[in-house]
C-alpha cells in the first residue's frame, strides 16, 4: 500500500500574503549574491568600479540584503504554516498587506540610498535620513522605525489569529519568540557617542536577534515542514522545540559574552561566551536526527508488513531542510566554535575567520529552510499532491552548497594567513594588516572565494529557474 504525507493549495488570503513575501525574499536574494561578487572582485581589484560602486556600498548592501531577504522569507514562512497550526483564517488580512507594500518602498528606498548617497558630512540628519553606520543595521532611523511598525503589525496579525484558533506547541513557541523578534531589534536604536557603550547594544541585535530568535524561528519552522513533508510526530518534533527555546535563549544571552572581552568588559566573558556559544544549534540537530531516524524505523516496519514506503510530499524542500540541520551544526556550530574559543579568538578575532564563519552559518542556520518553504509554498500555490526534485533543482543545491562551503574554506586559509603573519609575526598593526593581505596565501584565497562566488550565483539561477517552473510541470504531471 502507498501511503503519502496529504498537502493543500494556497486556501487563504494569509497564504497568498506569504508567497508576496517569498518572491521579495528570491529578489533580495539575487541581489545579494550580486553584490557579494561585486564585493569579491574589488578585493582582487580595488580600482575595479572605483568611485562608481566603492566595495563599502557593495559590501553594505551585501549585508543588508541577506538580513533583509531572510526577514522576507521568515513572515512568509509564518503565514504559510499560520492557518495550518491555527485552523482558521488570518486575522487582520488588510493591515498585514498594508505592511507588506510600506515595507517593500522602504526597502527600496533605502537600498537606492545606500548606492546612490555615501558620499558628504556626518551629521545627526544622516543618522535619520542616509546610514547609521553600523555593520548589519546601516539602514537610516527613519526605516528602522519603519521596521519595528512592520514587524509589530505582523506580530499582531499572529498573535491574535493564535488566539482566536487552536494553540499548538509549535505556534505557542513562535509566538513567544516573535516578541523577542519584535522587542530586540529595539536594542540597536539607541545611540551613544561611548562607542563600547553603542558596541554594547549593538551586539544585543547582531547575537540575540539574530543567533537566539533566529534560530528559535528555524526550529519553528523545521518542526512544521517535517510534520509537513514526512509526517513526523508532533509530540517528537515539539518536545525538541521546547528543549531548543530553554537552551537558545539561555545559551543565547550568555553565548553573547564571547563578543564581550573586545569592548572592555571582564574577561571571564571569554569562557563563559565560548561555552554557551557552541550549544545553539545542538536541540536543532536533535530533533532532525530523532525525527528521521523514527521516521526511518517506521519504514522499516512498513517494508516488513508488505507495505509501501512513506512519499516524502516535496523532494526540494526536502533536500533543502536536511541541509539545514547539518548546514547549522557546520556554520554555526563547528565554524563558529573553533574561531571564537576566547584562546584562539584573541588572534582571529577581526580577521577572515570572522568572515568564513558567517558565510557558512548565515546559509547553513538559515537560507537552507527558508528556500526549503519557498519550494513547500510554490507546492501548495500550484496545489498538487507532490512535487519531485528535478535536474534544476539538483544543480540549484548542490552548486549554491558547494559555493558557499568553498568560499568558507577559502576564507578560512585566508583568515588563517592573517594570524599567521599579521597577528603573531608582525604585531597586528596597521603595517602588518595590509602586507599580510599582499602575501600570495591571502591573494590566492580571495581568487578562490571569487570564483566560489561565481559557482553560487550560476546555483542561484538555476534555483529561480526551477522555482519558476516546477510548480507548473508538478501540476501538469499529475493532471
Known sequence: MLTSIKTHSLTNKGQELGMMYFRVAIILFGAQLLMGLIAAIQF??????????????????????LVVWMLYAMIGSTYLMLTDETGIEVVGIGLGKLAFWVLTAAVTVVVLVYIFIQIGSGTEATIWFINEGREYLEAPRWADIGIVVVVLIFYWNVFATYMKGERTGIMTVMIANLMALAGLYLAGMFFTDNISMDQFWWWWVIHLWVEATWEVFVGTLAAYALIKLIGAKREIVEMWLWIEVLMLFGSGILGLGHHYFWIGTPEYWWEIG????????????????????????????????????????????????????????????????????????????????????????????????????????????????????????KMAIFLITFGVLGMAIALTIAGYEQVL???????????????????PWYVQAQLWRAIMGVVTFVGFVYLVIDMLTIGKNAQEAEA
Request: charged content about 10%.
Open 44 to 65: 582582487l581589484a580595488p580600482g575595479f568600479l572605483f568611485e562608481i560602486f566603492d566595495f563599502s556600498v557593495a559590501r553594505m548592501v551585501h549585508i543588508n540584503a
Open 274 to 393: 565560548a561555552l554557551f556559544s557552541a550549544l545553539e544549534p545542538v536541540p536543532l540537530i536533535a530533533m532532525f536526527v530523532h525525527v528521521l531516524y523514527d521516521w526511518g524505523k517506521e519504514q522499516g516496519v512498513a517494508e516488513g508488513k508488505g507495505e509501501g514506503k512513506s512519499v516524502i510530499a516535496n523532494g526540494p524542500a526536502m533536500a533543502w531542510i536536511v541541509t539545514n540541520a547539518f548546514g547549522n551544526f557546520l556554520g554555526a556550530g563547528i565554524w563558529g566554535f573553533f574561531h571564537t574559543l576566547p584562546q584562539v579568538n584573541i588572534y582571529t578575532h577581526g580577521t577572515q575567520f570572522t568572515a568564513a564563519h558567517g558565510h557558512l552559518s548565515f546559509f547553513g542556520a538559515y537560507a537552507t529552510i527558508l528556500i526549503g518553504m519557498i519550494y513547500y509554498g510554490i507546492q501548495r500555490a500550484y496545489s498538487v499532491e507532490r512535487m519531485k526534485a528535478t535536474f534544476k533543482s
Open 421 to 439: 603573519v599579521e597577528r603573531a609575526e608582525l604585531g597586528a598593526d596597521w603595517s602588518a594588516f595590509f602586507a599580510a593581505q599582499n602575501l
